[in-house]
C-alpha cells in the first residue's frame, strides 16, 4: 500500500494503492470519487510499471476531465 503525497505521472496527491508484481494496479483517488483497479496476467520484469498501467490511468483521467 501507498499513499501519493505529490503528483507525479498518474499519481494524485491523496490518492492510495498498490501496483502488484503480477500485473495489478489498484489505486483509490478520494478527491475525485474514484477507485481503478486493472488486472492483467503480465508479470512485472522491471522496476517499472508496464506502459498498460500509464494508460489506463491516464485514460481514466481524461474520461474524468481532470
Known amino acids: 500500500?501507498?499513499?501519493t503525497i505529490r503528483r507525479e505521472s498518474w499519481f494524485v496527491p491523496g490518492s492510495f494503492g498498490?501496483?502488484?508484481?503480477?500485473?495489478?494496479t489498484?489505486?483509490?483517488d478520494p478527491a475525485n470519487e474514484?477507485?481503478?483497479i486493472l488486472l492483467t496476467q503480465r508479470i512485472?520484469?522491471?522496476?517499472?510499471?508496464p506502459p498498460i498501467f500509464q494508460d489506463?490511468?491516464?485514460s481514466i483521467y481524461?474520461?474524468?476531465g481532470d
Not at 498498490?18 to 495489478?24: K, Q
Not at 512485472?44 to 510499471?49: G, H, N, V
Open 1 to 3: 500500500m501507498g499513499v
Open 18 to 24: 498498490w501496483d502488484g508484481g503480477t500485473g495489478t
Open 26 to 28: 489498484a489505486y483509490t
Open 34 to 36: 474514484l477507485i481503478g
Open 44 to 49: 512485472m520484469d522491471t522496476p517499472e510499471p
Open 56 to 58: 489506463f490511468w491516464t
Open 62 to 64: 481524461q474520461a474524468i
